[in-house]
């Protein structure tokens, strides 16, 4: 008979993947700390998600071992947290680790008193000590008899860890504010340029990640500047990715970084988080350039999200996990044999010359050191267009046998936060590329996260398996106005600009700071952590404050409500210290910066909805950034009035659709022709 543990109630798969394990977890919960505290024993907390490799090699290798589990059970509280459920609490202890090693990653372990204060931070902790490395079980052992035999000193310790890191965070929350101004684009920029490889395209060497908030912020500053370097930057990017093996040219969708320089061989999960931001940068590179290959690869990466990540009643799915059957990459790899049965001579031929393929295998182990006889898929150069319909039908081959293996994992919770990325999205998709499954994926999951993760008023983090919970963060705020920002702007149904201006003031009511400015990450009714923290760098994802900013500047211009530019100016005064000495880690936060310092518009349309295809057509072809756009029907009801005040003053001209564009203050004679307004554009952009 199974034995479980605490875990078997939870609903994370994360979570779920360790309710069998030996070792006695917790889910964080009071019941794990009372239990704590009235038994005088260390908490060891487990911090990982679902799609993690090292996660899981560190669970085969000592949380499924007995005696690991007996020295855990006998000596510690062990508690496990999915860092995608609960961002808060990761995002403390990651800063511990980071402050008390130099370095973070995951699986974090940190080892801490049964009030919350840590003693101990590391990252994966192989089961013995070997080259110099301490051991899991060495480690345990050491810190039971610390605990037992000076336990003050471990008190004291911590005490002092948690009280300077907290005074750390505290004092670059509440230094003295800064003004900024547009030399700070520049400064980014030249960093930028000093990070990128000219060879390979990206920033740095190995391991590189996609980072897309770094391409849409050079193609701002391409845009303002005319410096033609920074467009060349995002487009050797975006070309070097969709050659190598970080792009699934099988199945589509990037993996979520590169081991090496050449973006060749791909630490394989799939997030949804990159492919909701790479679809994005590829979306504003194909306005900017007109190169038809970025519109390709955006479709391609949405055609992925559709049929790996959607969930058929709305939203979309976390992530798909690097290993299956207990191998990372085995889902994505072939050998050459297999290729022999499956391909016909000529197609063989073709993969071997166009997608580096070898009889010994391309994919090298980072573990092993060596050739593995597997082979990953990728492109020295681009496929012409007759390559490349042939290179279709040998993928579709392919693709319907790789269907029949054993897939990765699939994390399907779903989070308020990531669907809002995603749901951005595919509203700009739709507005670019008027493909109308885009649209209707958008509005099936704005419908599903307002019914089943908005409750009285308030939003919730995260649903799984009928279950709604969580209290929601900053980002899930954030993010999801955001998807519902663009959603209005793909379709001016205004209810999309009703509840992002509640759910905008909801979140100011709940995170910001009215002292010194900014958002926390928390609300004050979190009693999790040990302090509240604002978060401004834009790591993996743009952080919560940078996409608040940029939601609070569109809804200015588009509302005219003086409350909400206070709160911008006050926020970006408050982070400027911060920004100022690396610009380059905050991109985003750069990128809502174009809006104050580059020209912006302020675009109203007024006319039948009927005719707007044609106008929208020619707006949304140009890489307009730093543009809101508001419609006033003139055939049917609207409240956008009420919503934007300034909207009765606008009226239908020659009763036809007019258009109305402001910029720095000055508006244009309005427009009722798509070349008068094709014309406009040029003349003003």
């Known amino acids: 008979m199974k034995k479980y543990n605490h875990l078997i109630n939870e609903k994370s798969p994360y979570l779920l993947q ?36 090292w ?31 609960r961002p808060d609490i990761d995002s403390i202890y990651m800063n511990v680790c980071q402050a008390m090693t130099g370095q973070g990653g995951w699986p974090l372990t940190i080892i801490m008193t049964p009030d919350k204060k840590p003693f101990f931070a590391g990252t994966y902790i192989p089961k013995y000590s070997r080259f110099g490395r301490v051991g899991l079980i060495d480690l345990l052992q050491r810190i039971v008899q610390l605990w037992n035999e000076n336990r003050e000193k471990i008190l004291s310790l911590a005490d002092e860890i948690t009280n300077g890191i907290k005074n750390a965070i505290t004092l670059t929350q509440t230094q003295h504010k800064e003004s900024i101004d547009e030399t700070i684009l520049t400064e980014a920029y030249e960093q930028l340029k000093s990070q990128f490889d000219p060879e390979y395209g990206g920033f740095g060497y190995a391991p590189k990640f996609p980072t897309p908030h770094n391409l849409i912020f050079l193609l701002r500053y391409w845009k303002m500047s005319g410096n033609p370097n920074a467009i060349k930057m995002v487009e050797k ?51 900017a350039t007109g190169n038809l290959k970025y519109k390709k690869l955006c479709e391609e990466t949405l055609s992925y999200v559709l049929r790996n990540l959607t969930n058929p009643d709305g939203g ?82 392919l693709f319907e046998h790789r269907e029949k293996r054993i897939h990765p994992l699939k994390d399907d919770k779903i989070l308020t936060d990531w669907n809002g990325l995603m749901i951005s999205a595919f509203a700009r998709a739709y507005a670019v590329f008027q493909v109308d499954e885009y649209l209707n994926v958008a509005k099936k999951s704005v419908d599903f996260i307002l019914k089943n ?21 900053l980002d899930d705020y954030a993010f999801l106005i955001w998807g519902l920002i663009e959603l209005y702007e793909a379709t001016f149904e205004t209810k999309y600009l009703k509840i992002a201006l509640e759910l905008t003031d909801k979140m100011i009511q709940f995170f910001w700071d009215d002292e010194n400015g900014g958002f926390y990450f928390t609300d004050s009714e979190n009693k999790d952590v040990i302090f509240r923290q604002k978060e401004i760098y834009d790591g993996a994802i743009p952080s919560g404050n940078s996409v608040a900013i940029f939601n609070l500047i569109k809804l200015e211009k588009m509302t005219g409500r003086n409350d909400l530019n206070k709160l911008i100016y006050k926020a970006i005064e408050s982070f400027a ?36 295809e044609d106008v929208l057509k020619t707006l949304n072809s140009k890489f307009l950034p ?56 040029q003349e003003i952009n």
């Open 626 to 681: 730093n543009k809101v756009v508001l419609f006033k029907p003139s055939d049917e009801e609207s409240d956008i009035i009420t919503l934007s005040p300034f909207a009765s003053g606008y009226k239908e001209i020659n009763g036809k659709t007019t258009i109305y564009i402001c910029t720095n203050y000055e508006c244009k004679k309005p427009v009722n022709d798509v070349d008068e307004l094709m014309n406009l554009i």
């Open 237 to 287: 990017t975006l070309n070097s990715m969709s050659l190598g093996g970080i792009y699934d040219h099988i199945g589509f969708g990037f993996h979520r970084y590169s081991t090496d320089r050449q973006w060749i061989l791909p630490h394989f999960e799939k997030m949804l988080y990159d492919q909701a931001l790479i679809s994005i940068a590829c979306i504003e590179a194909y306005q």
């Open 55 to 85: 996660c899981h090699v560190m669970e085969k290798e000592s949380f499924e071992d007995e005696n690991v589990a007996k020295i855990l059970n006998e000596n510690f509280i062990p508690i496990k947290v999915d860092r995608e459920e």
């Open 316 to 397: 979309f799915y976390c992530a798909e996990d690097a290993d299956s059957e207990g191998e990372e990459g085995k889902f994505y790899l072939w050998e050459f044999d297999e290729l022999e049965k499956i391909l016909t001579r000529d197609e063989l031929d073709f993969v071997i010359e166009k997608f580096n393929i070898h009889k010994d295998g391309n994919y090298l182990d980072e573990l092993k050191g060596g050739k593995t006889g597997k082979n990953i898929f990728y492109l020295a150069s681009e496929l012409d267009e007759e390559n490349s319909k042939k290179w279709e039908n040998i993928r579709q081959k």
């Open 577 to 612: 210290p911060i920004v100022r000495k690396y610009p380059s880690a905050y991109t985003f936060f750069l990128s809502c910066l174009f809006f104050l310092f580059d020209k912006s518009f302020e675009i109203f349309i007024v006319g039948k909805r009927k005719d707007l």
């Open 453 to 473: 993760l908005l409750i009285n008023g308030r939003l919730l983090h995260r649903f799984r398996d009928g279950e709604s919970k969580i209290n929601a963060y």
């Open 18 to 53: 360790h309710a069998e394990n030996p070792v006695d977890w917790y889910p964080w919960c009071d019941e794990a700390f009372e239990k704590a505290k009235n038994e005088n024993k260390p908490i060891f907390l487990s911090i990982g998600y679902s799609t993690c490799h």
